[in-house]
C-alpha cells in the first residue's frame, strides 16, 4: 500500500507494527529525558515553537545543526542508534521498492505535539544533503500539508496521517515546503505508550562531519 503523492514523495500508510511503534515510543520517552531534555525551539526572531522537539545525533537549533545543546544545556546530544538507521534504509526500501544500502541518516529529529502543535509552512533546507527524508508518525491523527518548491503558499496537498505511517521525502519533493496544519487529540492508540498528543520522527542525512 504505496502512494506516491509528488515525484519522490511516498505516503506508506500503517507501515509500523504496534511493536514497532512501541519500541520508538520507549526510545524516544528515553530520549526525551536524556542529556537533553525535549523543549520548545526558540526561533531567531523570538519566537517559541509550539512543538517540543529532541534531536539524536546532531542538535538541531534553527537554523543549523550543532554536536553540543548551546541553545539549552551545553550537553552533547544522544548517539544515533546504528538500529534507526536501518529503519531508514528499510523505510526507503518499502516506499521506492527497491535497495538503499548506501543511505546512511545520522540524524533524527522527534517531534512531539500537544492538541494545540502546529508547524507552519517551511522547507527543511539546513542540511548539505539531498538524501530523502524519512518521516514516520505515532499516536494522533494529524493533517499534513505537502506544498511546493517555489512558495509557502497553494498549491499544496492535505494529507491525513495516522499513527504507524512511514512518509519518505526524497528527490524532487526533498525541498519542498511542509507543514502540520492541525492535530486531532485522542485519536491515539494508548497501545503505541503515548497516552496523548503525536509523535513524528524525522531521520535526515546532516551531510556535517565531525
Ligand atoms: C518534506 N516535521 O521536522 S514530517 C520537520 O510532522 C517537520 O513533525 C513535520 O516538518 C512533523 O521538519 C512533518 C514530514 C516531513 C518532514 C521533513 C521533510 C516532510 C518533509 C523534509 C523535506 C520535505
Ligand atoms: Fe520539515
Known amino acids: 500500500n504505496v502512494r506516491e503523492i509528488a515525484p519522490g514523495a511516498v505516503h506508506v500508510p500503517g507501515w509500523l507494527s504496534m511493536e514497532e511503534q512501541q519500541e520508538l515510543v520507549r526510545s524516544c520517552r528515553a530520549w526525551a529525558t536524556g542529556p537533553v531534555p525535549m523543549r520548545h525551539t526558540v526561533l531567531p526572531r523570538g519566537g517559541v515553537m509550539s512543538v517540543q522537539t529532541v534531536c539524536v545525533g546532531w542538535h538541531w537549533q534553527s537554523y543549523r545543526y550543532t554536536r ?17 538507521a536501518e529503519l531508514g534504509r528499510r523505510a526507503l526500501k518499502a516506499a521506492y521498492m527497491r535497495d538503499h544500502d548506501d543511505y546512511r541518516p545520522d ?80 485519536t491515539g492508540d494508548p497501545d503505541t505508550g503515548l497516552a496523548s498528543g503525536r509523535l513524528n520522527i524525522t531521520m535526515r542525512v546532516t551531510g556535517l562531519s565531525g
Open 68 to 84: 553540543t545543546a548551546d541553545d539549552v544545556n551545553g550537553r552533547v546530544v544522544a548517539e544515533f542508534p546504528e538500529w534507526m
Open 107 to 186: 540524524t533524527a529529529l522527534i517531534n512531539f505535539y500537544d492538541g494545540q502543535a502546529r508547524m507552519g509552512m517551511h522547507q527543511d533546507k539546513d542540511e548539505r544533503s539531498g538524501a530523502p527524508v524519512v518521516s514516520l508518525s505515532i499516536g494522533d491523527a494529524c493533517v499534513f500539508r505537502f506544498g511546493n518548491t517555489e512558495t509557502r503558499g497553494r498549491p499544496y496537498t492535505d494529507i491525513g496521517l495516522d499513527s504507524g505511517d512511514l512518509f519518505v521525502f526524497g528527490g524532487p519533493s526533498r525541498f519542498a515546503y511542509h507543514g502540520v496544519p492541525k492535530v486531532f487529540p485522542g
